[in-house]
């Protein structure tokens, strides 16, 4: 009887936790290029929906992708970027989670993003460009000149 307790103990803890930081059950794969999200920490980024449903991305340049195209990915139901209430990236340098539209981000850096060439985002125009003197970087743009072109140029 003990034996049955303490298996049924171990089983229960060995589930993960139905909550997380980036909120309820989250996707354990990136809707974009398949990769685990939880393997890319520094790169994660989050989508919230106006219907509640959160949806993480591996790196900002897979959720720009979904950003643009979200009627790409008929899984999600989302049917334009007018579904889309918010979304996060975090600061490289930080790690800390900014509002993506608030966002500086820094093209053509020597980092490479779990995909490939990436955006690099930051809190600030100021960090960015301490980055920029560190690992290089050919551009630092707001979030407002982000286009479907510069993402797709990224995966070439």
Not at 39 to 64: E, H, Q, W
Not at 65 to 77: I, L, N, Q, T
Not at 103 to 119: K, N
């Amino acid at each position: 009887m003990l034996r049955a307790v303490l298996l049924t103990l171990l089983l229960f803890a060995a589930l993960p936790a139905s909550e997380s930081s980036w909120g309820n059950k989250p996707n354990l794969l990136d809707p974009v290029y398949q990769l685990k999200v939880d393997d890319y920490p520094k790169f994660a980024t989050k989508m919230v929906l106006k219907n509640g449903k959160k949806i993480r991305f591996c790196s900002v340049k897979a959720m720009m992708h979904f950003f643009f195209a979200p009627y790409r990915y008929p899984e999600y139901g989302v049917k334009g970027s007018e579904e889309i209430d918010k979304i996060y990236v975090k600061d490289y340098l930080s790690g800390k989670r900014v509002d993506a539209k608030k966002a500086w981000y820094v093209f053509g850096s020597r980092l490479v993003g779990p995909h490939g060439d990436d955006l690099i985002p930051f809190a600030s125009k100021t960090r960015a460009e301490l980055f920029v003197k560190r690992y290089g970087g050919t551009r630092i743009m707001p979030f407002e000149k982000l286009s479907a072109g510069l993402v797709r140029y990224l995966d070439m």
